[in-house]
């Protein structure tokens, strides 16, 4: 749960501290003494935007803290660590700044971290109500999401189970529209891929065939010019006519030093080496008179491998830059030729899964109806119980779950067609949508006898703010945070029905912290922290600040409430009996 929030900077709070424990802690003031900003502050530490319209006047930057009470939240120390901060004394401290020029700035631990990770660390340890909150839930797309968290794990498990039908259908009718919608583009690409395929095959390139047929292009072309300086080069190493040569050299010199061998060994190792080199000078000659003779001139040959060359060319030009990139393009339009070719019988396939997916999504569709409906019962039960405590003995809450039915599809290819659920007599045919097939609408029955009509008709403005506070303790109650704030969800109310009020946020508080800023007497007269915001002014600055109140202040506080006076005996009196209430109340 929440300890303590520090705000300084923030609107007209120059500085202040809220020391929050547990049970219900109310927050009042005179009008326009910055109530709102606890909210506001709050917001901020939950990821909310920042402005910086709100920043103080005169200051750089609005700042909010809050120290969490992690011990019994090992979900809060892991997002802690894992966002890079640290947990000291099971506690920790998040932080949130606003400068003037509208940056923001995020902490978590101690470690600077971006607005969203401070969001996700502290959004599921606080649900806020206010009075935006009372439209949100006139709008059907918001009571059916109440109706689906108040249905719990079951309603929750319905829900995931027919999304996932749902998504699949999706992907199933996308690829089926595709494979339909652009057969005529898959034919033309399936055309060319055949005449591309056709072209190779006719040629029927080897791997590696270009690299070679290019070299033996150049020695067949280059045949006379090869074999001329082939039997100039055996000339030069064996002379057939007795001219000099460089065997005939060798051979001279390895006489003149085999002749003075004897004499020394160096003169004897020279000899050696001249010879070894004149058996090698021999080899080579014969190596090259052989190469000479085997060169010979093949028109026909040359002929055919320039023709066998421009086939394979023409295959460069269109297929890859190598006859081994045609070769890839070959084996991979050969693949996406076959998958267009089959598109006939990928149209049956995916016709066939279409029908089985909307089969089974109507099925989960009336499993999660169902749990809907039994769920709607039960919140419509406690709503009307909450709202026979807060002096509506007579309203009853009705929340309707229905389907809305259509006219069959005109074919079964017919885009995002309805449902069909029954058969025979009882076929239907019912629109859906990614949430189910129901439609959730909160109704009033205000009085005894009358019929039930949509909340922004059935209701008063009073009685509109009974029951949406009626809905939020319900659906609070099935809530898992630990932290609950309402921030004048009471508005519009008074008398005995706001005694009830403060009496069901107490009961509420018996479980979880909640916090309220609240313009009420008798709902502050519950609270186990009373904490008000009082304004002052030198003239030219206005400031508030956070005051913990005792008995003897409270006390003065809430006979100002009462009566607007805080010196008054009878208001004194008044306060103190309404405290006195709330304690029994409370016990």
């Known amino acids: 749960m929440l300890e303590e929030i520090r705000i300084s900077g923030l609107g007209i709070i120059e500085s202040s501290t809220l020391e ?38 005169g200051k750089k930057a609005a700042r909010v803290e809050g120290v969490i009470d992690a011990r019994s939240l090992p979900g809060v120390v892991d997002a802690t660590e894992e966002a890079g901060g640290e947990v000291e ?63 719990g794990d079951a309603v929750a498990k319905l829900i995931a189970a027919y999304g996932d039908i749902y998504t699949e259908l999706q992907k199933v009718e996308r690829e089926l529209d595709e494979v339909t919608t652009h057969a005529r583009e898959r034919a033309q690409e399936a055309d060319l891929l055949r005449f591309g395929l056709g072209e190779v095959e006719a040629v029927s390139p080897e791997s590696g065939e270009d690299v070679t047929l290019a070299q033996e292009e150049e020695k067949l072309g280059y045949a006379d010019t090869l074999r001329t300086a082939a039997e100039q080069a055996r000339e030069a190493l064996s002379s057939e006519v007795d001219a000099p040569d460089a065997l005939g050299a060798i051979s001279a010199a390895r006489q003149a030093l085999d002749g003075v061998r004897d004499h020394d060994p160096d003169a004897a190792s020279l000899a050696d080496r001249l010879a070894e080199v004149s058996y090698l000078l021999s080899d080579l000659a014969a190596d090259v008179a052989s190469y000479a003779t085997g060169i010979e001139t093949d028109p026909a040959r040359l002929s055919v491998v320039s023709e066998r060359r421009a086939a394979l060319t023409a295959l460069t030009r ?178 005995t029905a706001a005694v009830e009020i403060g009496r069901r946020l107490a009961h509420l508080a018996r479980t979880a912290q909640v916090l309220v800023v609240t313009h009420l007497p008798q709902v502050a007269a519950f609270a186990d922290h009373h904490v008000a915001v009082e304004k002052t002014s030198d003239g030219v600055v206005t400031s508030s600040g956070l005051t913990v109140l005792d008995d003897e202040s409270r006390e003065r506080e809430l006979s100002r409430m009462l009566a607007g006076l805080t010196a008054s005996d009878t208001a004194i009196a008044h306060a103190r009996e309404l405290l006195e209430v709330a304690r029994s109340a409370k016990a």
């Open 89 to 151: 004394e099971g506690r920790v401290l998040v932080a949130r700044t606003v400068a003037a020029e509208g940056r923001a700035r995020a902490y978590v631990g101690g470690a600077t971290v971006p607005v969203a990770t401070l969001g996700a660390v502290t959004s599921p340890l606080v649900a806020v109500h206010g009075q935006s909150d009372q439209h949100r839930l006139l709008q059907p797309r918001a009571q059916r999401d109440s109706l689906d968290r108040f249905g």
């Open 20 to 57: 929050l424990g547990p049970g219900l802690t109310v927050v009042t003031g005179e009008t326009g003494a910055g109530k709102t900003m606890i909210v506001t502050a709050l917001g901020l530490l939950l990821g909310g935007r920042g402005d910086a319209g709100s920043v103080r006047k």
């Open 318 to 495: 269109k297929y890859g830059e190598t006859i081994d990139e045609v070769l890839a393009w070959a084996e991979t339009g050969a693949k996406r030729l076959l998958e267009l070719d089959s598109d006939d019988d990928r149209i049956e396939e995916l016709r066939g899964e279409r029908t089985r997916l909307r089969a089974a999504l109507a099925e989960a569709g009336l499993a999660l109806s169902a749990a809907r409906t039994e769920a709607a019962g039960a919140l419509a039960e406690a709503v009307s119980d909450e709202l026979t405590g807060l002096a509506m003995p007579h309203a009853r809450l009705v929340v309707d779950v229905r389907q809305k039915e259509t006219d069959p599809p005109a074919s079964d290819d017919e885009p995002h067609a309805p449902l069909k659920v029954g058969s025979g007599k009882n076929q239907r045919w019912l629109r859906y949508g990614s949430n189910g097939l129901d439609e959730v609408e909160l109704l009033l029955a205000a009085n005894t006898g009358s019929e039930p009509r949509p909340l922004h008709k059935g209701a008063s403005g009073g009685e509109l703010s009974r029951v949406m506070l009626a809905i939020e303790v319900v659906l609070a109650a099935t809530s898992p945070v630990p932290t609950f704030v309402f921030d004048e969800v009471d508005a519009g109310v008074g008398g």
